[in-house]
């Protein structure tokens, strides 16, 4: 769960001094995003466990009931909520300025086994596993789910904390996951390869199935060491923001497999909410 501060500036940043920008603070968060993208996309029983901060609970949980999110919310009242300052470009391009707040505080206390009842699929932020205590907790529901045989997806969110974290600890904390959601710089990453299509064949040796987003350039299908398929973006006139586009095609991709399409046919409806994304201000559904 995290506040999204939104900078938008049409000129390059000039140092030292102002630099005209269109700014709004609105509901953010990778786990977030996904989730309401995903209740956009036709799920009807959406649940997101996530801690925010004291300072904003209210405002973040009544975003996402809006959303058609159930909430499992922990309430820290001690550390703010996760506060991202995306800075984005005359192209769309974001870049962020991260203060993990409560998301990282994310503790084994506040997850129960009962919050996988009746569901069919978990999706984990890669987010909560670049510190301790999240990470202890993401895996206490990882292993819970695979313990049900409900399958698990991880998208690894950030190259930056990725390269920090390191890749061996990544790849042995998201064993047994059966998918892995990429996007070309953390691929290149996780593998050492240059090129994503090589990248997401290896690594779907390690994970069953393996999308890797290409911005612009679509996505990819690997499955057992090969890619099956590369899907084009969608053309979007007026791109203005790329902020949750990763989130959006994760979100339209999980809920068009949870409804019994093939992987194919996922990763278009990935790519068409992705492209829904990047036109609308920040990382949520528009109105």
Known sequence: ????VVARHATALIHGTDTSARIRTLPGGAGANVACWAARSGCRDVRLLARVGADSAAWHRDALQQAGVRCLLAVDDDVPTATVVA????????TFLTDSGAVLHLSPDDWS??????????????YLLFAATSRAT??????????????????PASAGFLADLGVDRFLTAVEGADLLLPNADEARLL?????????????SLQVPRVVVTLGGGGALLAVAGAVTRHVPAVRV???????????AFTGGFLAARLSGADDAAAVEAGCRSAAEAVATVGGRPGP
């Open 87 to 94: 800075l984005v470009d005359s192209a769309a391009e974001r």
């Open 113 to 126: 086994a009962s919050m996988l009842d009746g569901i069919a699929h978990l999706h984990l932020s890669g």
């Open 138 to 155: 993401a895996l206490l529901a990882l292993r819970e789910a695979r313990r049900r045989r409900i399958t698990v997806s991880v998208d």
């Open 191 to 203: 593998t050492g390869l240059p090129e994503p299509a090589d990248a997401a064949a290896k690594l």
């Open 1 to 4: 769960m995290v506040t999204d």
């Open 237 to 247: 006139r007026g791109a203005v923001d790329t902020t949750g586009a990763g989130d």
